[in-house]
């Protein structure tokens, strides 16, 4: 989906100049990775209050994520317990199993990423915290976050571990950028 083109995104595309598609590829990079301190920092911003900002934004974010997957996973299953008859997973019931309906077609599903088949062992290896804290290695955070509450774990466990996981991540991040800024300047 994509809509009208920013103004700051369509100068940045009429710029033909090498300087303009290097800044634009690091802020692509940025934006995957999740080094949004490091561009404060190469900016001129404190790297405190770098680290700071973009801590609280991506917590902020995930937040968001967390929620609005959690509503939808509990729409979800409450719908299809309603419509079976049956319990469902989430509804509390020991023991719940969900199957297809006789007159159901099954449908395909599709093939998983890389990150998101790393995700998954991780989650079965090393529990939530080790999800969320090697999830930045495979995925972005909001996709590991929602990934964990759609496969539903307790979005409070959700939420404390990713937080841990965007804290330690961005200290990182801005450690490292701040280490390197300094480098390039002595």
């Keep these: 989906m994509t809509g ?3 103004a ?10 090498p300087t303009a598609s290097r800044i634009d590829a690091t802020a692509a990079s940025a934006r995957r990775t999740g080094l949004r301190p490091s561009i404060g920092i190469v900016g001129g911003i404190h790297p405190i209050v770098a680290g700071i900002a973009a801590a609280t ?4 974010a995930v937040l968001a994520v967390v929620m609005l997957t959690s509503r939808t ?4 299953t409450s719908r299809r317990g309603a419509r079976s008859g049956a319990p469902h997973p989430g509804s509390g019931e020991a023991g ?3 199957t297809l309906e006789a007159g159901e077609p099954a449908t395909p599903a599709k093939p ?6 790393r995700l998954k062992r991780w989650l079965v290896r090393f529990g939530v915290p080790g999800a969320s804290l090697l999830g930045p290695l495979a995925i972005p955070t909001h996709f590991t976050a929602a990934t964990l509450v759609a496969s539903g774990v307790p979005r409070g466990w959700v939420l404390l571990w990713q937080a841990i ?3 330690l991540w961005t200290t990182l991040t801005t450690v490292a950028a701040w280490l390197a800024v300094s480098a390039l300047l002595a």
């Design 4 to 6: 009208p083109t920013p």
């Design 8 to 17: 700051w995104q369509s100068t940045m595309m009429s710029m033909s100049s």
């Design 57 to 60: 934004g991506n917590l902020l």
């Design 73 to 76: 996973r509990e729409t979800l």
């Design 96 to 98: 719940a199993v969900m």
């Design 112 to 117: 998983e990423s890389k990150g998101k088949q």
């Design 165 to 167: 996981a965007i804290v």
